[in-house]
């Protein structure tokens, strides 16, 4: 029998291609709007400097990932391989924006350094940080599967869950509704085409159809007055060249990264295991990609991209089974890749960010937050749902502390008052703080040790808990310091130290009351 020629493009390719590229497009627009609109990070830095790098990483992959599709057809003697979408991660993008760059771009301000110092930096740290992420999935790529064991799977998408549901799923909402009439119609079509399963339109992408009502709305009624001062007229359009050069200005980032760590090492930790829950969907859909292959390419990815400035990691997304069922093949991840790959080196892709408003991005990412907490739940055994709910809080601390500390609302100098006033013990401000610091390592630590005495398994739930003990003590979790550093406890101050020990001695105070209970539980069980 002749097997039909594996084509570059088949009709699926277009539709598969429409969806790629906007859910790249709508997080590179929340990390622009995030940088440039909330942190009033100056604009040529976020397009002339970050996103040609974090570009480049998405055409690499993809590339990569257009070649494993198309070896793995040839050597099947098939033409219905499909490639395994890249792009970048979305709600460690976004944590990257509200908790890591956003943040330090202001704390390099009030440190004394001018805007653009103050930008040159975080875009360091920005590099740096991919790097750090970068070698991490290399090196985790070969201890995958080691790790997905270790650490339960509640721990690990009800931690990325919580980044989800406060962080990429209400904060966007709050801008959507910052102009409901444009945001909340858009909103709807998504809701009704990706959450609803209902048809578009000539069978369009229901991304692609919220974009362009969205935008319809925004430039018929903006101009006319009745989105009030919510409108902003477009841009002038211009060509913002340039090549994402390899440089070593990563280096010099590495001064800063120490205290965003605890947020860091965990985005780059979920990455492997999200990259070996796509790969096994893959297989179960037909399409047997080594599970190897699939990390170490977006581990080499991520760091081609932090080498040339790039600021936001890629990942292998979920729903490949989805583009194959639509129809697409090789051929929409080739030209992903080269249309967002040459986008950041001619900047028409920050053109294309600045036309579209925010609320009309946020809708698809209110979505995938949407996606990603179900997930949790329906990934997960139905009697751990309690350890992926308590798994939430930590981020939802963190999200409470974002809008506190924001200026303005309150005065640093309030803030800091709030956050040391000890007259009846720790104050609110301080565990809310240092509830949410180091919030990802917390959410996993909480949900294990959950999943532990679930499975009756309270001894190791103690170990779990000890664990978590420890990392307080230094801050990885819990830090008692507004940036969420890590620290040695006894060069703190007596208040914070008083903290520091009481957080870390109430994890070993519940580890040893495990170990009595299971020990009464044992005598009970041997006297029955």
Not at 274 to 281: L, P, R
Not at 378 to 385: D, H, K, Q, S
Not at 468 to 489: D, N, T
């Amino acid at each position: 029998m002749n097997i039909p020629a594996n084509r570059w493009f088949a009709p699926g390719d277009l539709n598969g291609f429409l969806g790629l590229v906007v859910d790249n497009l709508s997080i590179m627009g929340f990390l622009a709007a995030a940088l440039i609109g909330l942190f009033g990070f100056p604009a040529d830095i976020v397009f002339l400097r970050m996103f040609p790098g974090t570009a480049l990483g998405v055409l690499l992959g993809n590339l990569a990932y257009t070649a494993m599709a198309r070896r793995l057809a040839r050597r099947r003697g098939s033409n219905t391989v499909t490639a395994m979408p890249l792009g970048l991660d979305a709600p460690t993008s976004i944590g990257m924006a509200l908790l890591v760059l956003g943040p330090a771009f202001l704390g390099f301000g009030q440190g004394g350094m001018d805007a653009h110092a103050a930008a040159i930096a975080t875009w360091q740290l920005g590099m740096a940080s991919l790097v750090v992420m970068g070698v991490l999935k290399f090196v985790l790529s070969f201890f995958g599967a080691m790790v997905q064991r270790h650490v339960p799977r509640a721990g690990l998408l009800g931690s990325i869950a919580g980044i989800a549901l406060v962080l990429m799923g209400f904060l966007p909402l709050v801008e959507i509704l910052k102009l409901p009439v444009v945001g909340f119609a858009g909103l709807g079509v998504v809701l009704y085409a990706l959450v609803a399963h209902g048809r578009m339109p000539f069978g369009l992408p229901g991304v692609l159809v919220a974009f362009v009502l969205g935008a319809l709305l925004y430039y018929g009624l903006g101009p006319l007055g009745w989105l009030g001062a919510g409108y902003h007229a477009p841009a002038a359009w211009q060509w913002r060249f340039a090549l994402p050069w390899p440089t070593l200005q990563w280096v010099q980032g590495l001064a800063y990264i120490v205290p965003y760590l605890p947020l860091i090492l965990p985005f780059g930790l979920l990455m492997v295991v999200g990259g070996i829950n796509v790969t096994e969907s893959a297989r179960a859909a037909g399409d047997d990609y080594s599970t190897r292959d699939i990390l170490l390419v977006e581990a080499l990815a991520t760091l081609a991209a932090g080498f040339c400035g790039g600021v936001a990691q890629t990942t292998p997304y979920i729903g490949q089974p989805s583009y194959k069922a639509m129809g697409a093949r090789s051929g929409y991840t080739l030209l992903t890749g080269i249309v967002i790959g040459l986008g950041g080196v001619f900047g028409y892709l920050s053109n294309l960010v600045e036309l579209v408003p925010l609320p009309v991005l946020a809708p698809i990412l209110v979505f995938v937050a949407i996606g990603i907490t179900v997930q949790a739940f329906e990934a997960t055994p139905m009697r751990y749902a309690a350890a992926v709910v308590f798994s939430f809080f930590p981020a939802i601390a963190r999200m409470l502390t974002i809008k506190l500390s924001d200026p303005a609302y309150v005065s640093p100098e309030h803030f800091a008052q709030l956050f040391n006033d000890g007259t009846h013990g720790i104050s609110e401000l301080a565990v809310i703080t240092v509830l949410g610091n180091g919030f990802i390592i917390t959410a996993m630590v909480w949900a294990s040790f959950v999943v532990a005495l679930i499975d009756r398994r309270p001894l190791r739930a103690a170990l779990i808990l000890l664990l978590g003990g420890a990392l307080s003590l230094f801050g990885v979790i819990h830090s008692v310091e507004l940036s969420g550093g890590i620290y040695l406890p006894w060069l703190l101050d007596a208040a914070s130290r008083s903290i520091v020990w009481q957080f870390a001695g109430a994890y070993a105070v519940l580890a040893i009351v495990l170990v009595l209970l299971s020990l009464g539980g044992r005598g009970r069980a041997a006297v029955r």
